[in-house]
């Protein structure tokens, strides 16, 4: 079993910041990208940033230099530094990692989900 365990959301005002972190446990082989995902009420989810494990990242082109993402692979967890928050960076943000349980098998595993609100 593997389990994707986010911590870090919560209130914060314009301009604030925010740290996501999301910790893998369980029977992992290997971990490839780890990313974060967002949904907002009515809106479909997106990428906000992903790294690779090689340290690659893409980011939301919305969330340029304001949000930072990194990964400590000792740990198997996937961090989101959010800076300069916006109103409409309110969403939920899920924890997404491909995870290998056994050699070559790689398969998409997803967190509960942590509710960021960015007030105005």
């Known amino acids: 079993q593997v389990q994707l365990v986010e911590s870090g959301g919560g209130l914060v005002q314009a301009g604030g910041s925010l740290r996501l972190s999301c910790a893998a446990s369980g029977s992992i082989f290997s971990i490839g990208v780890m990313g974060w995902y967002r949904q907002a009420p009515g809106k479909q989810r997106e990428l906000v940033a992903n790294?690779?494990?090689?340290?690659?990242?893409n980011y939301a082109d919305s969330v340029k230099g304001r949000f930072t993402i990194s990964r400590d692979n000792a740990k198997n967890t996937v961090y989101l530094q959010m800076n300069s928050l916006k109103p409409e960076d309110t969403a939920v943000y899920y924890c997404?990692?491909?995870?290998?349980?056994?050699?070559?098998?790689?398969?998409?595993?997803w967190g509960q989900g942590t509710q960021v609100t960015v007030s105005s």
């Open positions: 790294i690779l494990s090689g340290g690659s990242i």
């Open positions: 997404n990692a491909a995870i290998s349980r056994t050699w070559g098998s790689y398969h998409n595993y």
